[in-house]
């Protein structure tokens, strides 16, 4: 089934239309940047950055809980908000998705963000980006995405695979860095 018949879709605020040069008066709002959204599937709040508006943005522009949001520069990538990230400024840079009603019950967002990640998707993306300098993907190749239809069980069973993926990543990330620093200091007491 395609993205653009269980989700509705749009880009982001377009910032110059909104930016505020007198911080005093305008309303802060946290931004969500191309670095926050990564393969991961999760949202990076490390690099999140502020926004300053002139005027109250519009909901549509903010994040809800089990929204999608995707980069539309490469690479592409897609994170699935959770509860404690609503109310994020959502770039033009970046599209928003978010589930219909109707078929809430038979994708879940983190699925989703995780198939838009997947290597299958990936190569989809890749026949419709544009630009030399900044490849840009256009909206309507990912309303055009094919999603598999699974039953909830297998989505469910493909998150917890993605997310242990990630734990361990990070695990050996860390690892990585101490053993660095232990045989520097290694090296360090032998010279």
């Known amino acids: 089934m395609k ?3 269980i989700s509705s879709i749009r880009s982001g605020l377009l910032l110059s239309r909104k930016k505020s040069d007198d911080r005093s008066n305008a309303n802060k709002y946290p931004l969500i940047t191309l670095k926050s959204v990564d393969d991961s599937g999760v949202l990076n709040t490390e690099f999140l950055d502020e926004f300053y508006a002139l005027e109250e943005i519009s909901n549509e522009y903010l ?3 089990n929204d999608i949001i995707v980069r539309l520069r490469e690479p592409v990538f897609a994170c699935s908000i959770e509860k404690e990230n609503e109310g994020l400024l959502i770039p033009s840079y970046l599209a928003k998705l978010s589930i219909n009603e109707k078929y809430s019950k038979e994708f879940l967002s983190k699925y989703i963000a995780h198939y838009i990640n997947s290597k299958n998707a990936q190569k989809e993306f890749k026949k419709d980006t544009e630009g030399s300098v900044i490849s840009m993907i256009k909206l309507k190749a990912i309303e ?3 999603i598999p239809e699974i039953p909830i069980e297998k989505q469910e069973k493909i998150i917890k695979i993605a997310e242990f993926k990630q734990k ?6 860390e690892l990585t860095i101490l053993k660095e620093k232990y045989y520097s ?4 007491d032998i010279i």
């Not at 361990?168 to 990330?173: A, N, P, R, S, T």
């Open 3 to 5: 993205l653009k018949d």
């Open 144 to 146: 055009n995405l094919e």
């Open 185 to 188: 200091k290694i090296l360090e």
């Open 168 to 173: 361990e990543l990070k695990l050996l990330k």
């Open 63 to 65: 994040t809800s809980e």
